[in-house]
């Protein structure tokens, strides 16, 4: 078809030139408006160009949170060294990249990082909100809810960063993180945080090469360390649980299903009536390669207290200690134990039947 047959047959009076009496535009003209037309459809993948945002005291945004709200998702917000104020709010899909956890610090009251899209993102793809954070360390959270640290309902990645010395002031609400959506940690150790480290309510996390130290101290909550519910799922990858405390499950108390993969829990206290120094389970978990040992109980299972199913590869209990039965483990479930040998617990080993 030649350009005038186009022109014509899409009504364009331009080019109708002398058959309507109207002057005949020349190609040069058509061309330009071609080629403007080609302008117009470009990719959405170059016409919506991801961008890198910086922020530092001499930047155009001086606060993480002003380039938040002038960013587009998929940017990528770049932080400087030093101490920065929160609490802030994500709502789209972004990269924080810090330079390093101890370099970069975020700090403030309320939730540090409550991200609060649980749904779609108007972006181009429409996809739930997904934040990547890298190299930052958040602390001095302060929140009358939950998650002191971060507060989440998307979809978080940790990557070289660190969750401490958060709290709230709600009993075991998370004061490191609250999670309902997905949060993976890589490299990202959740320490010193008040009222529990880490509470998972129906969402899926997983920690690798993550550990969850000296959490808790919490008088009448349950999971230190962390707390696993609603059918939450929480796998946990040469992440050990170790030094935390509550009134119950001092390093993991879970009703939903939790995988521990060469992670050991070690040290932990339960110092209320509930039970399970190291973990009070009436959900699943499974240990594999994951030594429970020198946890202690106020009441039962110094070392696991369990009414669900538990079971055990190659993953010793011993040196555990309980004030009244199961020094090792308290059982009114299912307990397998494959190669794990209960050992050296007081005042004894399992309760109320031998392992």
Not at 131 to 146: A, H, L, W
Not at 177 to 196: A, K
């Amino acid at each position: 078809m030649t350009l005038w047959q186009l022109a014509t047959r899409k009504g364009d009076a331009r080019l109708r030139g002398p058959r309507d009496g109207l002057p005949m535009v020349g190609l040069t003209g058509l061309m330009i408006a071609v080629t403007s037309a080609a302008l117009v459809l470009v990719g959405p993948s170059q016409a919506w160009a991801r961008t890198t945002i910086k922020v530092c005291p001499t930047c155009t945004y001086t606060t993480i949170q002003g380039a938040i709200s002038g960013a587009t998702p998929g940017d990528t917000i770049q932080i400087a060294s030093g101490t920065y104020t929160g609490p802030l709010s994500i709502n789209e899909s972004l990269t924080l990249l810090g330079a390093g956890q101890g370099q970069t610090t975020i700090t403030g009251s309320g939730p540090v990082y409550p991200i609060t899209g649980s749904g779609p993102v108007v972006t181009i793809t429409g996809s739930a909100v997904s934040v990547t954070i890298t190299g930052v360390t958040i602390t001095g959270g302060e929140s009358s809810g939950y998650g002191g640290g971060i507060y989440n309902t998307g979809t978080v990645t940790l990557n070289n960063s660190a969750v401490s010395g958060n709290s709230t002031s709600a009993y075991g609400a998370g004061g490191g993180i609250y999670n309902d959506g997905t949060v993976t940690l890589n490299n990202s150790p959740v320490s010193s945080n008040g009222q529990g480290g880490i509470v998972n309510e129906g969402g899926k996390m997983t920690l690798n090469n993550t550990p969850v130290h000296g959490n808790g101290t919490c008088g009448h909550c349950v999971g230190g360390g962390i707390n696993n519910y609603d059918g939450g799922m929480v796998t946990l990858n040469k992440s050990p649980v170790s030094d935390n405390g509550a009134y119950g499950g001092g390093g993991i108390n879970n009703s939903g299903t939790v995988t521990l993969n060469s992670s050991a829990v070690s040290g932990n206290g339960a110092y209320g009536g509930v039970g399970g120094g190291g973990i009070n389970n009436s959900g699943t978990v499974t240990l594999n390669n994951s030594p429970v040992s020198g946890n202690t109980a106020a009441n039962e299972g110094g070392g696991i207290n369990n009414s669900g199913t538990v079971t055990l590869n190659k993953s010793p209990v011993s040196g555990n200690t309980a004030s009244s039965e199961g020094g090792g483990i308290n059982n009114a479930g299912t307990v397998t134990l494959n190669k794990s040998p209960v050992s050296g617990n007081t005042p004894d080993q399992c309760s109320p039947v031998l392992c």
